[in-house]
């Protein structure tokens, strides 16, 4: 279910899709309620670990795992908390992809604040749910809550015929 806050409809057409724009947009994401306090699981290709800054690089087909929450990339960034006992932040570049549920979006980076649950996509963002899609320049996602906000250019094509 898409919510459209910024976006008005008093027009209804019989035939062919529909392009709106918008700078903002609310919309649900993933079906179900992320965890951040789940355990997160990363694979990758290979592993560069930095004592000094409390930081893992993985690189080469990453693979972020939190409960039903999955992100892809081919870069992130692990950076821990400073007593080094649980994760900070993550910081996703390279062919970013982020599921949960039945929802995935897509885009050239994702920074994830562990503790709020919280991923600000960034660059060429697309989300698409089920036959919908939307684009923007970024979208902030709630795991918690399930819902996410894209802003900056928000575009996506409306289906009126009924097809």
């Not at 709020?116 to 795991?143: F, P």
Request: aromatic letters at 4%; zero cysteines; hydrophobic letters at 45%.
């Amino acid at each position: 279910m898409i919510h459209f806050r910024a976006l008005s409809f008093g027009i209804a057409l019989a035939l062919g899709p529909v392009v709106a724009l918008a700078q903002e947009t609310n919309v649900a994401f993933g079906s179900i309620k992320a965890d951040p306090t789940l355990p997160v699981e990363v694979t990758a290709d290979s592993l560069d670990v930095n004592q000094e800054d409390g930081s893992a690089e993985f690189k080469g087909n990453v693979l972020v795992g939190q409960g039903e929450m999955r992100l892809s990339a081919q870069r992130v960034l692990v950076i821990y908390n400073e007593e080094n006992s649980g994760i900070d932040r993550m910081e996703a570049t390279g062919d970013v992809v982020l599921v949960n549920g039945p929802d995935a979006a897509q885009a050239q980076r994702a920074d994830y604040t562990i503790e709020s649950g919280v991923i600000v996509m960034t660059g060429d963002v697309l989300l698409t749910q089920g036959e919908n899609a939307l684009s923007s320049n970024k979208m902030t996602v709630n795991l918690i809550t399930g819902t996410a906000q894209m802003v900056g250019r928000v575009k996506t094509i409306l289906k009126t015929d009924g097809n």
